[in-house]
Nanobody, 126 residues
Framework: QVQLVESGGGSVQAGGSLRLSCTVS????????LAWFRRAPGKEREAVSCIDLSGGETRYIDSVKGRFTISRDNAKYTLYLQMNNVNDEDTAMYYC???????????????????WGQGTQVTVSS
């Protein structure tokens, strides 16, 4: 059974930092691209960042470029999202997701991902 479990969310002041983690089990992580999505209250789910199988290719939405960093440790079956200089627009539920395949490429569309975590809440206060 595939499981993705997010952690690391919480409340943070604007300008602060958080690191989200996603621990994956039930699949061979070497074969999967991974991504972080988020859903803010009253808004559609959006991709934040993705990373290919090896971690060599990453993509970000414009609003987080230069502030967020996605990374993965396949040996630990863990995906990370380092969030720096957060602002109130980063307040959302954050989800990790896995997609089979994705060498030197990863998708930023939720339809490409079959396995999802339950989410971790990030709340930014000003």
């Amino acid at each position: 059974q595939v499981q993705l479990v997010e952690s690391g969310g919480g409340s943070v002041q604007a300008g602060g930092s958080l690191r989200l983690s996603c621990t994956v089990s039930g699949l061979n992580l070497d074969d999967y691209a991974l991504a972080w999505f988020r859903r803010a209250p009253g808004k559609e789910r959006e991709a934040v960042s993705c990373i290919d199988l090896s971690g060599g290719e990453t993509r970000y939405i414009d609003s987080v470029k230069g502030r967020f960093t996605i990374s993965r440790d396949n040996a630990k079956y863990t995906l990370y999202l380092q969030m720096n200089n957060v602002n109130d627009e980063d307040t959302a539920m954050y989800y990790c997701a896995a997609s089979y395949g994705g060498s030197q490429w990863c998708a930023m569309l939720p339809g490409n991902y079959n396995d999802w975590g339950q989410g971790t809440q990030v709340t930014v206060s000003s």
